[in-house]
């Protein structure tokens, strides 16, 4: 590459926003440290959610994980734990994701090719097998299942002797972002809703230590949209979420404590840092402002992180090891609860064994050798830092201002505008990378030819056929009767007020599968049809 195109590139964020190249005290003027900073573990949180941070907990190791079916995702769970895994992860796979048993004729395919199929409590038991679930916090990446997902582990719990006041993790179920971004939704947005709010009201009485959602930008960065913008649509289904809940006759500190989110690190990474610590301060006051939330648990913002999937290139897949470092240092640095790096193989494949051990020791190094935990957000003061963090609140509240003139989120969404705001950041993103106005080393810029020489995880048929068998063996030996039942109760009780949760447990513990409890949802809510735009 030529000097000349060095110097085509542009000196703005990975977002677009403009840089100064330097930043003085005239750029802080407006910051008061008592309003907008305070201490960490105090309002508005800006510095971090707790007192000591690190220094009292090193943030959870949680990576992302699961593939083929129960027994090879338990396996390789068991690995991770054995070399310093402090929490589980698990990923899907599509036909679980959309509600659909692995002998589904949709399913064909799809089974266990980019996460573990989950269809049965045989198979939920099975991926938890020999791993305590009151010593384990695990993390679901499910959305319209996920009542069921949690219900499933619920039971598991049960067969353990586990009670469901002593399980803890999370369960993704955020569905708006589903609309906005990633697309795996089932049901229109009231039932699902419905659903959500449901589980807030169970889980606060029944399973306390449970986060019932993790509020999802990640989904929305993924698909092209940029820091501000997951910032800001992020709050904003927060906000919805917890307005759903007090009409559904709740009170805001019974179930706000349990709420989480879930952030991308991106490859900017000053931007990502202000984009963590803006997070915390506006999720503090519009809390406390618009719901007159008072429990300091309801105001704080807790987040799991992952590193971009969409920073790694296919092209040297070795340099991702590198991205996924500095992505995964501004999280650590931003005051992240949890985080999952990224294998350097993810955009070709599954990570193989090796691959999730070198994202998981990137982890490590990280807390143990460099010295960032030692100290609490130790960015605090930059001139540059404090005016990004300025800026990105001040972007939240330009888009709650647009959304509140259309409606709110849901009208918002009817009418395609966080789609169209999506769609339109990841033309500009894409239009400057081919301008070279922003580089992606090996992709756009230094680039070798050639084939990358890495080894590969791949999902044979064989592994499908096995899932299918043992799906169809399942529902051939069940009390089909007490699965018919629990069904029909369920179908009914959809049309009432009555909480869904307690029945769903009792149809999975009865032996229901997933496909056949999400499809006596599809019969009781309709689904939902996409909202198309130009």
């Not at 396996?75 to 402090?86: A, D, I, M």
């Not at 940029?226 to 979420?241: H, K």
Request: charged share 25%.
């Amino acid at each position: 590459m030529s000097q000349d195109e060095l110097k085509n590139r542009d000196h703005t964020t990975l977002s677009g926003q403009e840089i100064k190249s330097l930043y003085t005290p005239d750029d802080i003027t407006g910051i008061d440290y008592a309003r907008d900073l305070g201490a960490p573990g105090e309002f508005p949180y800006t510095r971090g959610v707790y007192l000591n941070m690190y220094r009292g907990r090193m943030w959870t190791m949680r990576q992302f994980a699961g593939f083929a079916t129960s027994e090879e995702t338990n396996e390789r769970y068991k690995f991770l734990l054995s070399q310093g895994t402090t929490g589980l992860s698990v990923a899907f796979d599509m036909p679980t994701i959309m509600g659909h048993d692995s002998d589904h004729p949709l399913a064909r395919g799809e089974v266990g090719r980019c996460g573990v199929a989950i269809c049965t409590l045989d198979d939920m038991q099975t991926m938890f097998d020999q791993i305590p679930l009151d010593k384990i916090t695990t993390s679901m990446t499910i959305n319209a299942p996920a009542s069921v997902m949690l219900s499933l582990y619920i039971a598991t719990a049960r067969a353990q002797g586990v009670g469901m006041d002593k399980i803890g993790g999370t369960i993704q179920n955020d569905i708006l972002k589903e609309y906005m971004a990633q697309n795996s939704w089932i049901f229109p947005p009231d039932p699902s809703l419905r659903l959500i709010t449901d589980i807030f009201a169970f889980c606060s009485e029944n399973v306390p230590r449970w986060n019932t959602i993790s509020i999802s930008g990640y989904h929305i960065r993924e698909a092209g949209s940029t820091a501000q913008q997951e910032l800001a649509f992020t709050l904003l289904n927060g906000l919805t979420y917890v307005e759903r809940g007090v009409q559904a006759g709740l009170d805001v500190d019974d179930f706000a404590p349990r709420l989480s989110f879930f952030f991308d690190a991106h490859m900017d990474f000053f931007e990502e840092i202000a984009k963590f610590r803006a997070a915390r301060r506006i999720w503090a006051r519009e809390l406390q402002k618009r719901f007159g939330a008072k429990d300091p648990h309801s105001l704080r913002l807790r987040f799991h992180t992952q590193t971009a999937g969409v920073s790694l290139t296919a092209e040297e897949p070795e340099n991702n090891i590198v991205r996924t470092t500095t992505e995964a240092l501004s999280a650590v640095l931003g005051g992240t609860q949890s985080l999952h790096t990224n294998s350097m193989d993810e955009t070709l494949a599954l990570p193989t064994e090796k691959a999730a051990l070198i994202a998981l020791r990137t982890q490590q190094i990280l807390a143990y050798e460099t010295g960032v935990s030692n100290t609490i957000d130790p960015l605090a003061g930059s001139y540059f830092v404090e005016a990004l963090t300025d800026k990105m609140e001040q972007a939240f509240y330009d888009y709650d201002e647009r959304v509140q003139k259309m409606g709110g989120v849901i009208k918002a969404l009817d009418n395609a505008f966080f789609q169209r705001e999506i769609a339109e950041a990841s033309f500009r993103y894409q239009r400057a990378l081919e301008k070279k106005q922003k580089l992606l080393v090996g992709s756009n810029v230094f680039r070798r030819e050639g084939k990358p020489d890495i080894d590969l995880l791949r999902i044979g048929q064989e592994l499908e056929d096995k899932q299918v068998e043992r799906v169809q063996r399942f529902k051939s030996k069940r009390d089909k009767a007490a699965a018919a039942n629990a069904l029909d109760t369920l179908r009914k009780a959809c049309a009432s007020n009555d909480n869904l949760v307690p029945l769903i447990i009792d149809a999975v513990e009865s032996h229901a599968t997933l496909g056949e409890i999400v499809d006596t949802f599809r019969t009781a809510f309709g689904t939902y049809n996409e909202v198309k735009f130009i």
